[in-house]
């Protein structure tokens, strides 16, 4: 008997005499990749010997023509066609590229496991033609071969290869004409989208998060599932208007205003293309799928449909299941035959970004109840389990990103991301990003402020300044026009004239971001019927750097164990990217408008009632958190 | 009891008060159609009452809603909705438009007659949106609409008609913005390709025969089968070179050579759908799809792919199966999400043009034998029945169309399509188009003289003059370089300088054409081991002015009984006709490439023997054709 040990992972087994790397690798829970079923035809089953070359059995014929000389050299073999020889001890590394899971990182070390299954693969062929009698087209014989070799039905080619098929099928300089050596790409193992010489398993996509204000592209090598490179910009139809009601009413009023604002946005996309391409080094033609998430509005820009009715009652879409369209014909700079894809809209005000972000985390297949705040310019709140799960959009408005914020400011060098007040002589204390003199406040401080001030006494409970301690430090002031502030900055701690405060108005803007959140978030717990929130998830760039007790005492989720908060970062490209690395997941964000149903709270009495008892901080009802009461005292 | 008699075909019945015209029709075989089943939604079961309308009930309040002023003016009512009111007698006419059958008409009066079931349909809705609930987006409201009042599941849009939907679904003028009163196109019942307001049948198609020498079209009305207009012109191809080795040739050496092919058979197209457009006077954006048939070059050209490998053996097309691609794609001048559909080739040397032609005879149904020659600038024969079928190739030359004879010419005015000759005193008794005076002899006038040279002795069975008839007239005479030659009309009769003569020369090119086909047909029945011919039937237009007799002497097909060999015209485009009015036969061509399966003759010693034997008048056996040689002597 032979020890076997696979890394990553460090999994041990004793195997006999030709057993094949492959099963014993099966046998311990190794998942290796094989797309042919281990009948040595498709090379993707790669391993790397680290140790013990010579108690595994030489290297067979068909190894040595899938593999590279440079990787015989550096031990590299099949793992279906190396088998286990002498007694000995072996050690074996499966590259990521072999692994059939993958795995990408949220941000707090969270991991989400997803069979890799894109919807494009590559399957290589080497077959002499001049064997095969019958008097078929080229496609018909290269679909029996796809058929014979790897098993399934392709049904269809893309025009543009069928094209030149001919010449694709047979071009390899040096080799004779009838002898095909060709890698075929295949679109959900149906279309034949790229047939290309020679052996070259390269083959990308990108996940695109189609923002309001940015564009943020990410390269993913579809056959090992890792982030090749990042790439993001304004999203250039900024110039048309910062938010959404201004881009559409330019849409309407501007001559061939529609195409512009597509125009737009698909040059932004091109745009990021051309970089990640630059960074990473690929070639263009090996990109052959792009999946988008966005809000409604921006979906409907980028496939340059009228947005017109999203505005109006009662705010139909112009198409709810997801898009699939040729890279061609949308003017994506992407290999032309292949697919550009948007994943499924749940209605006028929740769109794919949603979609995704619900896909990354998965709260319809949880039986523990999940709060969900993605928090942008226009918010989303979702919660439920996998019997019942509602999302709805709460217009919390951009204040608590710094936004409408007299002092507010995107989180940049300079601004005050962390401070507290002491509670006896009301003094702060800061902390800056890159600890430079600061400039403002970013979201995170301003939350940290209110929280601070509320603990302080400096603002009660219904947000407004506490007129007593006025006396106590001459930091609460009151402006000309009549509303107080507190001075975080003087002045000359700035690299600016003035002093950096929060203010009366600060305060309240900060009450009605949050109150709309709280607000959505309690509609969704009564509709449910339930307080029980086992986890909270913070979706968005913004649950990065907020200091989650700070969060938990202005109310933004109920009062719970700070380890049940966790913050998720950019969770629709998360989202984005599981579509583009498995078909699975495309098909569940499919079912996800289902799942996750939208509830309709704008205009509801039910959500006036709760968002006036949540603009109080953290809530009107008391018994809704007690720690955080005993805490403000 | 009321008695009900419907036109045409004028069949009657005696129903009592209250059955649905439709149901009346459906009991006596009238075929009526009715894409909603009888729901009163589609409107596509009108009929006409001729008579005894008093004895009908009134007009529902759908029949005002889906009939238009004119038509309730000229007693149209919906068959599904009106129904037998008092005892009497009503006369009914049933359109065209409505009958669920359609029939095309074959050269010699026969007729094929189909399921009229196009690809492309047209379903009209009416309904309020603002009942509609729930907040799906435009595309899923619309599909549940066509399931719930047509009973199908279409699962696409084209991205073109995605785009405008919000606004083509709403465009209706005057009508409130949530009410829906259109009509969807859609493509297999499966993909939506327009929607339009308001209530419009019109839907066409155009059927193209695209030959090396000439492009034909026919603009079909896909409601009725009715064909609406022809055009046809020359293949601006012959620009690069009258046949297809010329033109590949020049493709192969030219710059860009694939593309100008293919863009100047489009442009042929284009200008055909022009002519279509304005003769007819229909819509272009009503125009939904195109179906081709052709040679598997011209398929070749056609879609841009390198044919090249259809010259080199093993004379590989790039695809066998249908090809079928957005309108936009491939530059055709139609509605841009209509379809071009080109059929399935059944290989290199037999095109899609023998698959129609196969098509519309149906042999491959048949229990009888059939032998179907189609006579072009590339011949083909078939010969089978339900149980075996076989295709073959027999490269006849242009000879029997007038080409490479001295005097030959294309049936135009002035030649001599008919001829006989005295068999006593060897003088000729011609017959011209039009009666003009000579200047030619085209196919049909060939044949007889070869015919009637034959059986008046001037030449023997071997195909060679008779030299003891040149004394007795001096018609018979020796050119110039010793062949001898007959006169079927001195100069003074012509409107040309020289006599119009048959040479020996001339004889010996028919019998090498005719010699082709006999030998391609008694190779495929001695493949399938019978000698028994139960219908010749005769495709192109060469057909429609032979003299059947003629063609027999000269041993083109078996002796037969005449009535037995049946002239089918443009069987190619009858086939292309055939496959755009049903997806049946769209289906049924899909399984010709199998169902009559290529025969390989060329370089077969089978097929030389044949051949040489066949050289002969009517061939070399004279047991094959004893009547014959009993007339010859």
Known sequence: MTTLIFKPGKVEGKFSKNTSLMDAAQELDVDIEGLCGGKGICGRCKVIIEDGYEYILPLTDSEEDLLSGGEIDKNYRLSCLAEVGDEGFIQVRVPSGSLRKGRIFLTEGEEVKFEKNPSVKKYYLKVSISSLKDSKGDYEILKDLLKREYGFNCNSIDYLVQKELPSLLRRKEGEKKDNWDINVTLWDEEEIIS?????????FGIAFDVGTTTLAGYLMDLRTGETRAVSSSLNPQIEFGEDLMTRINYLIESERGRKKMHKKVIGGINNIIDNLIEEAGVKRREIYEIVLVGNTAMHHFFWEIDPVYLLRSPFIPARQASVKVKAREVGVN???????????????WIGADNVAV????????????????DIGTNGEVAFGNKEKAYVTSAAAGPALEGAQIKHGMRAQEGSIEKMEIDPEDLEPIYQTIGDKPPVGICGSGIIDAVAEMLSSGIIRRNGSFDEEKKGKNDRIRRLEGGLLEYVIAWSDECSMDANITITQQDVREIQKAKGAIQAASRVLMQELGTRKVDQVLLAGAFGNYLDKESAMIIGLYPECNLDKVKSIGNAA????????????????????????????????????????????????????????????G
């Open 195 to 203: 047939v290309n010489p020679g052996r070259n398993e390269d083959i």
């Open 334 to 348: 992407i290999n032309p035959s292949g697919l550009v894809y948007w994943l499924p809209v749940s209605g006028g």
């Open 358 to 373: 619900m896909l990354a985390t998965g709260i319809y297949n949880n039986s523990e109840n999940s709060l969900v705040i």
């Open 573 to 632: 490209g998360t989202g984005a990217k599981l579509s583009i690395m498995s078909k699975e997941k495309k098909r569940e964000a499919e079912k996800i408008p289902e799942l996750v149903e939208f509830f309709e709270i704008a205009g509801t009495e039910k959500f006036r009632k709760n968002f006036m008892e949540s603009m109080y901080l953290p809530h009107k009802n008391p018994e809704l958190y007690p720690r955080v009461e005993r805490l403000i």
